[in-house]
């Protein structure tokens, strides 16, 4: 059954804000060491599963505006807040972080002005691999055998996925000159 494009509350989205609420529950899991955790990895390999369940949904059910609104932004508040919770226990180095965010903060922004104008904005198919890319960084900062002996794993899809941040930023700034 197909659900209308307004809709609020759908299958789709009580999956995209089950993971919002379920996010803090990670962060606290985080180890405060580098020694990493199995129990944090599970849980945040079962909230970035659920974003593909939810949009296997919405694909099944209808795509309404506010799932293409709320997918992102549960993704920003999930990669975001792991980033920044491995930045404070001195996983992650700030830099990296820091650009990711300001490009996840200003499409949010962006979104929410070119939704009150009427429009709906889904992720770009290079925005789902960044955040593919972001969630694989996470993924091997929180695994014991990564964050211990092999840093580098983490650093370097840390790093790709800071390009891959400031590409699709580029390719949403064109698109967005060109609704003008």
Known sequence: MAVDETAIVTWANMVTVGR??????LFAM????????????????????SDGFDGYLARR??????????????DKILVLGAMFTLVSRNVFWLLPVVIIAAREIGISLYRVFYA?????MPASKLAKVKTFMQQWAVGF???????????????????????LTLISAGQYA???????
């Open 20 to 25: 919002v609420l379920a996010s803090p529950f």
């Open 141 to 163: 900062a929180l695994a014991p055998l990564t964050v211990r002996d092999a840093t580098w794993t983490f650093t370097v899809c840390l790093w790709i996925a800071v390009g």
């Open 30 to 49: 985080i180890p405060t060491d580098t020694r990493g955790s199995w129990a944090a990895l599970a849980v945040w390999i079962l909230l970035c599963s």
């Open 116 to 120: 009150s104008k009427g429009g709906s």
């Open 61 to 74: 059910h209808g795509i309404t505006r506010s799932g293409a609104f709320l997918d992102p932004l549960a």
């Open 174 to 180: 064109v698109k967005a000159i060109q609704r003008t």
